[in-house]
């Protein structure tokens, strides 16, 4: 168990400092105001209407970096911060959550596997480790590498893979939502050459905490993988 909490404290600490460079980047192209005056709000519903989407509605929610497209309610949720404000970091955040609600509009195939396993990710997630670790303990207690622990450790792997799948899958709607975001603010003229590097190097701090979550669960997974059929010899 000491090799898995080292692991875990290695990815905890390399998503902490992913995060902060990330809170700092945010902190440091929020002081980039935008020569166009726009608020993060504004960005959004203009990139919306541009895209022909008129049945999303752009509001506000509470927290910092809390920004996400809901798309049950179609919803660009823009935190307090980004909502209001008129900078490149606000712009930059504005706009890729929209990317979000283009390509839900154009049904984007990543974005529609990615909300086919949210059901599945929400009921298994929270529990695979257990199921896994369960599944370990009873074929030490019984002694028998092929019984019932086995199979129910291998449960909890393929439960585990269903949430290191999801988060594999996101990586693209992640980063084509950002590609979607810059390409939109160039064309449309929306930032200067200042304020769209600032809103690109943003996007690119946010797109690596989805990285080392992906590669977080793939080495959890791989972990405990090692565990159960090692177990078996």
């Given amino acids: 168990m000491m090799t898995y909490y080292i692991l875990i404290g290695g990815i905890?600490?390399?998503?902490w400092l992913v995060s902060s460079r990330l809170k700092s980047k945010f902190k440091q192209y929020?002081?980039?105001?935008?020569?166009?005056?726009?608020s993060g709000a504004e960005i959004a519903q203009k990139m919306l209407?541009?895209?022909g989407i008129r049945d999303v509605k752009v509001i506000s929610t509470p927290g910092m970096l809390t920004d996400h497209y809901n798309p049950k309610d179609k919803t660009v949720n823009l935190s307090e911060g980004v909502y209001n404000q008129r900078?490149?970091?606000?712009?930059a955040v504005a706009a890729h959550e929209c990317g979000h609600a283009v390509q839900h509009a154009q049904a984007y195939?990543?974005?529609?596997?990615?909300?086919?396993?949210?059901p599945v990710v929400s009921v298994t997630s929270g529990m695979s480790t257990w199921v896994v670790f369960g599944g370990i303990m009873l074929m030490a207690a019984t002694g028998v590498a092929g019984g019932i622990g086995f199979y129910i450790?291998?449960?909890?792997l393929i439960m585990m893979g269903f949430a290191t799948l999801f988060s594999?899958?996101?990586l693209p709607v992640e980063y084509d939502a950002s590609k979607r975001a810059l390409v939109w603010l160039k064309q449309k003229n929306m930032v200067s050459q200042q304020e769209y590097a600032g809103a690109e190097d943003a996007l690119k701090w946010a797109a690596r905490t989805y990285v080392v979550a992906a590669l977080g669960a793939l080495a959890s997974l791989l972990y405990w993988a090692v565990q159960v059929f090692g177990g078996r010899d």
């Fill in 12 to 15: 905890a600490l390399v998503s």
């Fill in 30 to 38: 929020s002081k980039i105001h935008l020569r166009n005056g726009m």
């Fill in 49 to 51: 209407d541009d895209h």
């Fill in 87 to 91: 900078n490149a970091a606000a712009a």
């Fill in 109 to 118: 195939e990543w974005l529609t596997m990615r909300s086919k396993l949210v």
């Fill in 153 to 156: 450790a291998v449960a909890g």
């Fill in 168 to 170: 594999f899958v996101t």
